[in-house]
């Protein structure tokens, strides 16, 4: 899957998903992401910077695991 997809489109790879459960599912993945950073105590900031080099390197995950 790309990471650049509307709604409607991962509604339409995943299939019998509506694109209001796919925004419900996203925003809640963002919150746990988020309480997981606050968490380890990393800002915004922080979260960013990480963000730029998974996107160059590895996966978030594998940012994180570090």
Same mark, same amino acid.
């Given at each position: 899957m790309a990471y650049n997809m509307t709604l409607d489109q991962v509604a339409a790879e995943l299939g019998g998903v509506t694109r209001e459960r796919v925004r419900q599912i996203e925003a809640k993945a963002i919150? /746990?992401?988020?309480? !997981?950073?606050? +968490? @380890?105590?990393?800002?915004?900031?922080?979260?960013? /910077?990480?963000?730029? !080099?998974?996107? +160059? @390197?590895?996966?978030?995950?594998?940012?994180?695991?570090?």
């Open positions: 919150d /746990k992401l988020r309480r !997981e950073f606050e +968490k @380890r105590g990393i800002d915004r900031a922080e979260v960013r /910077k990480m963000l730029g !080099e998974a996107a +160059k @390197r590895e996966s978030l995950w594998e940012t994180l695991a570090r």
